[in-house]
C-alpha cells in the first residue's frame, strides 16, 4: 500500500538557458513558426508553441555514467532502474573546505552508523550556495583511495555530490591531469551525481530518493530532477 510521504523535497538547481556554465539554450515559438508543425493551426491565435533545447550533456545538476570514461560502460539509456532508486543518506563532509583533502580516515568516522551497503550516498559541503557563481568550482575534493573505498567495501549504488565534482585538485586548487576519481567509481559501475542542491534537509538522515534521467542512447551524462522522500 502506498504510504504519502511526509516530505519531497528538490535535490536539483534550477537550469536557466544562456546563463550557465556550459551552453543551455531554448528556441520557443508559435507552432506556426516550425516547418513541421506548421500544419498544426489554432484559431484566434491562442497560445500554442513547441520548444528545442540546444545543451551540454553536464549542465546543472547531472548524472554521469560509466559511459563517460569507459568505452563499453553503460549510457544513460542503459543504466538499471533499480540503481536510480532507492535509499539514500546524506553525510556532512563540510568540516573540509575549499580545495581541502577528504581523507579516508576522516571520511569513515563521517559515514559511520549512517552508510549502508547499496546506499545512494550523498554528500553535503554547502557549497551548493555558489552556484552559478565565480566560486562555483571552489570545493574540497575526495582522496582516491576514499574513492576506492565507498565504491569497493562501503559498496554504494551511486554517488551524489552538492559541489562541480569530486575529482583530485593541484595543491593551488586547478584541476590535476588525468580524473582518477571518476575511473575508480565508474570502472565499478557507480554512477556520480554533481551540483547536486538543499542536501541540508536531510542532513546525516535516511531517506528515499529518485534520479531519473531520459532515455537516450549514447548520452554519457544528462541533467536530472533529483527528489528525496521522506
Known sequence: MFTKPNRIVDLSHVVIPEQEEYRLEIDTRPTSGWPQFAKYQTPNLEWYIISELTLNTHVGTHIEMPYHHFKDGMDVS????????????????????????IDLAGLKKKTEGLLKPGDIAYFYTGFDKYYRTSHQHDRPWFSTESIIWLANEAKIKIMGVDTSGIEVRNPDGSASIGQPNHEALLSKGIALVEYLANLGEF???RFYTFILPPKIKGAESFPVRVIGVQ
Open 78 to 101: 542503459e543504466y538499471p532502474l533499480e540503481n536510480l532508486v532507492g535509499e539514500a543518506c546524506v553525510v556532512d563532509i563540510s568540516d573540509w573546505g575549499h580545495n581541502q583533502r
Open 203 to 205: 542532513l546525516n538522515q
